[in-house]
Structures are given as structure tokens and as C-alpha cells.
Antibody, heavy 121, light 106 residues
Framework: QVHLQESGPGLVKSSETLSLTCVVS?????????WTWVRQTPGKGLEWVGEIFQTGKTNYSPSLKSRVTISVDRSMNHLSLTLTSVTAADTATYYC??????????????WGQGIRVTVSS | DIVLTQSPDSLAVSLGERATISCKSSQSVNCLGWYQQRPGQPPNLLIFRTSTRKSGVPDRFSGSGSGTDFTLTINSLQADDVAVYYC?????????FGPGTKVEIK
């Protein structure tokens, strides 16, 4: 059974860059064709951040596109999220999720426990 | 972006009764899923491809709909079903989520 664990700083200063890692264990990251990041602001709903295909193709939320980068490191079996120029609005719990997408079928199968990130001024 | 709206925002249902959650899309989508998020937990996939239950999900959960109107039904509500339920469209990126519906026990 695949296990996902997000890691990174719990506190980031405003205007700086947030870097998160999602370590995949119990399976190879290459066994999943897509990977997704989702975030959840305190007390609010889910926001889709972006996704990466096994070829490296990415799709990002238009509201974050200018600041976000998602990448996969197969040698380390992890994926990463980088968000530049953060503000208080980026304070959220960030989740990574394995993603199956093919021929009309799509599912976020496995989720990490999430990492809470606070942006301070 | 495709906008999803859910109704109601919250509902309280007696144990053993039925809960029905609506998800409406701003445009026709042919790909929709439902996720359950219990307090303090990450979301958990319940339904994909509108009506297919993920392996291990009890059959009291069912999904239906097409086009712009979709429904999640929870038959015979159990205490374990207290959670927020989100729909997500997978028709196009950004793969937006609905705002969520909170289900409680009456």
C-alpha cells in the first residue's frame, strides 16, 4: 500500500518561497501516471493547486500559475511543490495525492496526511 | 474555470435516514467524483466517474447524475458518516472542487 508523507517548513515569511516535498513509500512514484497537489485554507474547502504527468507535463491553477512549480524526482521517489512570493493567503494545509487519470476516469486515490503551512508577516 | 456549487451547505440527518447532496456545475462535465473528509483527516475518495464506488466504500454511498447536475446519496446514515463531502470535476484543468457539504447527525 502506497504511503505519502508531506514535509517542509511549517512557517514561511511573507514574500519568500515555500518548498514542500511529498515522499512516496511502499510503491514507485513511476507506477502512478499523475500526481496532484491540493490545499485547504483554515476552515475552508479544498483548492486544486496543480498536477504533473509522468512525462513532466504540468497543469496549474490559473490563480497560482505564475508562482507555482510542481516536479517529480524519480530517483528520490518524491514530488515537490514550490510556491514563490507567498502571502498570508497561502496559509493552508497542503496535500499531495496520487492520481489516476485515463479515458474519462479520474481519481485521487491516495492522500498524504497534509502539512500545515503558515505564512507570517 | 468550471465552478461547482453544492447544496445544502450543511444538513443534519437522523441515524438510519437518507442524506442527499447536490452538486451543480457551471458547464457540462462528463467526469465527477466525490470525496469525504472527516474532521482532522485528509479527504478520502468515495465515488469516481460519477457513480463508481472506490473499492471498500460501503454500498450505502451512491452517486448519480450527468451533464451539470450530480447527486451523492448516503442511505441509512451511520455515525461514521459525519464529515464534509466535496464533489470535484475532472473534465478539465483546473479540476475544481465544490465548496463542501457538512453532514451531521440530528
Amino acid at each position: 500500500q502506497v504511503h505519502l508523507q508531506e514535509s517542509g517548513p511549517g512557517l514561511v515569511k511573507s514574500s519568500e518561497t515555500l518548498s514542500l516535498t511529498c515522499v512516496v513509500s511502499g510503491d514507485s512514484i513511476s507506477d502512478y501516471n499523475w500526481w496532484t497537489w491540493v490545499r485547504q485554507t483554515p476552515g475552508k474547502g479544498l483548492e486544486w493547486v496543480g498536477e504533473i504527468f509522468q512525462t513532466g507535463k504540468t497543469n496549474y491553477s490559473p490563480s497560482l500559475k505564475s508562482r507555482v512549480t510542481i516536479s517529480v524526482d524519480r530517483s528520490m521517489n518524491h514530488l515537490s511543490l514550490t510556491l514563490t512570493s507567498v502571502t498570508a493567503a497561502d496559509t493552508a494545509t497542503y496535500y499531495c495525492a496520487s492520481t489516476y487519470m485515463s479515458s474519462g476516469s479520474y481519481r485521487l486515490d491516495h492522500w498524504g496526511q497534509g502539512i500545515r503551512v503558515t505564512v507570517s508577516s | 474555470d468550471i465552478v461547482l456549487t453544492q447544496s445544502p451547505d450543511s444538513l443534519a440527518v437522523s441515524l438510519g435516514e437518507r442524506a442527499t447532496i447536490s452538486c451543480k456545475s457551471s458547464q457540462s462535465v462528463n467526469c465527477l467524483g466525490w470525496y469525504q473528509q472527516r474532521p482532522g483527516q485528509p479527504p478520502n475518495l468515495l465515488i469516481f466517474r460519477t457513480s463508481t464506488r472506490k473499492s471498500g466504500v460501503p454500498d450505502r454511498f451512491s452517486g448519480s447524475g450527468s451533464g451539470t447536475d450530480f447527486t451523492l446519496t448516503i442511505n441509512s446514515l451511520q455515525a461514521d458518516d459525519v464529515a464534509v463531502y466535496y464533489c470535484q470535476q475532472c473534465y478539465a484543468a483546473p479540476r475544481t472542487f465544490g465548496p463542501g457539504t457538512k453532514v451531521e447527525i440530528k
